[in-house]
């Protein structure tokens, strides 16, 4: 069983930058396969980033260049950095552990973007 655990949300005007953490309780850590998503009022959840167990990132198209995945598996903790936030970044922003079958989510951290 991982708990996830966001935290870094906030309100920061256009062009600012944000970091997301994503703390993991529970053991094994460092085997799950780790994800970003978003989800913004009246659309679908939105995969953003994800980084393996062994540190492959693959972002989407819509925040490659500006977002960044990381992952310490010594805090049991994986990271997006935000950078050249745009207003329509606001969203609920979600972490996901996956490993194999098993998935599991955090409660998630809200982004504004406004000015």
Same mark, same amino acid.
């Given at each position: 069983?991982?708990?996830? &655990?966001?935290?870094g949300g906030g309100?920061?005007?256009? =062009? *600012?930058?944000?970091?997301?953490?994503? /703390? /993991?309780? =529970?053991?094994?850590?460092?085997?799950?396969?780790?994800?970003?998503?978003?989800? /913004?009022? #009246?659309?679908?959840?939105?995969?953003?980033?994800?980084?393996?167990? *062994? *540190?492959?990132?693959n972002y989407s198209?819509?925040?490659?260049?500006?977002?960044?995945?990381?992952?310490?598996?010594?805090?049991?903790? &994986?990271?997006?950095?935000?950078?050249?936030?745009?207003?329509e970044d606001t /969203?609920?922003?979600?972490?996901?552990?996956?490993? =194999?079958? &098993?998935?599991?989510? #955090?409660? #998630?951290?809200?982004?504004? &973007?406004?000015?």
């Amino acid at each position: 069983q991982v708990q996830l &655990v966001e935290s870094g949300g906030g309100l920061v005007q256009p =062009g *600012g930058s944000l970091r997301l953490s994503c /703390a /993991a309780s =529970g053991s094994q850590f460092s085997i799950y396969d780790m994800k970003w998503y978003r989800q /913004a009022p #009246g659309k679908q959840r939105e995969l953003l980033a994800a980084i393996t167990s *062994g *540190g492959i990132t693959n972002y989407s198209d819509s925040v490659k260049s500006r977002f960044t995945i990381s992952r310490d598996n010594t805090k049991n903790t &994986v990271y997006l950095q935000m950078n050249s936030l745009k207003p329509e970044d606001t /969203a609920g922003y979600y972490c996901n552990a996956a490993w =194999g079958p &098993v998935n599991y989510w #955090g409660q #998630g951290t809200q982004v504004t &973007v406004s000015s």
